[in-house]
């Protein structure tokens, strides 16, 4: 049986996007993509001056502009890419609860995020967070200033790798994600100089290079199996100093998508998301794809 694709939908722009992009996937991975649109129908409310009940009316345009925007727009995405199998659904929920829901045993959750303008990235709205920190299923962001098909299919996916905890399925993603598309695979790491450089211990040129080369090493170590798994996929190493987020943020200019991980918690107060991570999704210029891992 073939997997499902979760696009929620809402009418914006940067939802459109989402869909579009999902719809690409999903002819990719020959799965098939299920868009949802969450939206509760709460009817108008008349009192008349005269204080006599007047019933609602039984058509309320909002309500059947949400039951179209599915429909019309699977119409619309079945028509642009032949091949596709498409559905999609109005249901009557809050968002965050109807898109956990339609996502789980689902490949992927695609969302539009709110673009902050031409250069400064995206941020992603209170759904989207809501979601990026409870969702077990990977999740999608999609800028609608992302551009045409085209603009993208070639470039490489960058990941953003943590070596303390190396997850085994946000790296495999990554070379999926690379060996779908043909295209190289940028692993970014970051990592810290030692404590003792803060209290004054010396650094020189020498003790610096040995470190990056040891940080290097480590990379390359994690990497190697999966590199043998998907050889067709080159693969770029970069070990840097410090957080990778800018980085990252820096990669993403030139790259078809960006795979972060985000690791499950099950405390129900603080950050859910990881500083890297956070800093990827506010101002990278491609797509973003959040891995979550245990």
Do not use: C
Request: charged share 20%.
């Amino acid at each position: 049986m073939s997997s499902t694709i979760v696009a929620g939908l809402d009418g914006s722009p940067e939802s459109l996007a989402a869909a579009e992009w999902a719809a690409r996937e999903a002819l990719r991975t020959d799965a098939r993509l299920h868009l949802v649109h969450a939206w509760l129908w709460h009817p108008y409310v008349y009192g008349p001056p005269a204080g006599v009940s007047v019933p609602p009316p039984s058509e309320d345009p909002r309500r059947e502009g949400a039951e179209r925007l599915p429909r019309e727009t699977a119409a619309e995405l079945a028509a642009d890419h032949p091949g596709l199998s498409v559905s999609g659904e109005r249901v009557a929920e809050q968002p965050v609860p109807a898109l956990l829901a339609a996502a789980e045993g689902a490949e992927l959750l695609v969302l539009g995020s709110r673009g902050l303008g031409g250069v400064a990235g995206f941020l992603t709205g209170s759904v989207a967070q809501s979601l990026v920190a409870r969702s077990r299923t990977p999740i999608v962001l999609v800028r609608a200033e992302a551009g045409p098909a085209e603009s993208t299919e070639r470039e490489e996916v960058v990941l953003g790798l943590d070596l303390e905890h190396p997850d085994a399925s946000v790296i495999a993603f990554a070379f999926r994600a690379a060996a779908r598309r043909a295209t190289d695979l940028h692993v970014v790491h970051g990592w810290s100089l030692p404590p003792y450089y803060g209290y004054g211990g010396a650094s020189d040129a020498e003790t610096d290079r040995q470190l990056l080369a040891q940080a290097q090493q480590q990379l390359s170590e994690v990497l190697a199996p999966w590199q043998e798994k998907f050889p067709a996929v080159g693969l770029r190493e970069q070990a840097v100093i410090g957080g990778a987020g800018r980085h990252l943020v820096e990669a993403a200019r030139k790259a078809a998508l960006v795979v972060v991980g985000r690791r499950n918690r099950t405390s129900p107060v603080g950050s859910h998301v990881g500083p890297v991570t956070q800093a990827v999704l506010h101002h990278s210029t491609a797509p973003v794809a959040v891995v979550p891992h245990d």
